[in-house]
């Protein structure tokens, strides 16, 4: 296991659905980003965090909203999704700075928007 | 000129042959070359990385090679094993103003090693 778990590990859910995904590191890193995996698509950054703070949003929808209360755990909010959004979706974490570039993955929450 | 080409889409390799995974980029900013491995159900595992000032770098029956005047970089797994059947990315980071590393993903390759 790489350290970064995800739940849940399966999610399916109607366009008018609220839930939430989570993931946690136990790797002591300062940074978290959420992808999205496509099948035949390059994985998609969505959001950065650094020390808890929102540094990118790579011009996502906001019926996707992200929430990182300290530095590990990381949530992504989901409502009224399209099914366009059914994807993997991909929590990763690093240790920026220092010369560390190694990012670390979690196995991914699979979403199907029915 | 943010993006990592990556090519074939798809591979079958019989066992015990070499597998060749081959991309390529634009942006000369690009410092760092890592290889993931994702096999299904798991997410993208580190598998070997390399950096620009070296041409080659050879982890057991992995190796990067790496051409920077062309721009180029290649997985080679020798003596390719069904173990072996996963999804390749390859990527390229970058150092931001924001003082974090850009990773910019290829769009995997698909490798099917046939006992």
């Known amino acids: 296991e790489t350290g970064v778990t995800q739940t849940p590990r399966h999610l399916v859910m109607g366009m008018t659905n609220k839930k939430s995904l989570k993931c946690e590191q136990h790797l002591g890193h300062n940074a978290m980003y959420w992808y999205k995996q496509s099948a035949k698509k390059p994985l998609e950054l969505m959001f950065v965090?650094?020390?808890?703070?929102?540094?990118e949003n790579n011009s996502v929808p906001s019926r996707f909203s992200p929430e990182c209360p300290n530095s590990s755990h990381l949530f992504l909010h989901l409502h009224t999704l399209q099914p366009e959004d059914s994807a993997l979706y991909l929590c990763?974490?690093?240790?920026?700075?220092?010369?560390?570039?190694?990012?670390?993955f979690g196995p991914g929450t699979r979403l199907t928007v029915t | 000129q943010q993006q990592v080409k990556q090519s074939p889409q798809s591979l079958i390799v019989q066992k015990g042959g070499i597998s060749i995974i081959n991309c390529a980029y634009e942006?000369?900013?690009?410092?760092?070359f890592p290889w993931y491995q994702q096999f299904p159900g798991k997410g993208p595992a580190l598998l070997i990385a390399?950096?620009?000032?070296?041409s080659e770098k050879k982890e057991g029956r992995f190796t990067i090679s790496f051409n920077k005047s062309a721009k180029q970089f290649s997985l080679h797994i020798m003596d390719s094993q069904p173990g072996d059947s996963a999804t390749y990315f390859c990527?390229?980071?970058?150092?931001?103003?924001?003082?974090?590393?850009?990773?910019?993903f290829g769009s995997g390759t698909r490798l099917q090693v046939q006992p």
């Open positions: 990527a390229a980071s970058t150092p931001m103003d924001t003082g974090r590393r850009a990773l910019t």
């Open positions: 990763a974490s690093s240790q920026d700075r220092g010369g560390a570039y190694e990012q670390y």
């Open positions: 390399i950096r620009p000032d070296v």
């Open positions: 942006n000369t900013a690009f410092d760092y």
């Open positions: 965090y650094n020390f808890k703070e929102q540094t």
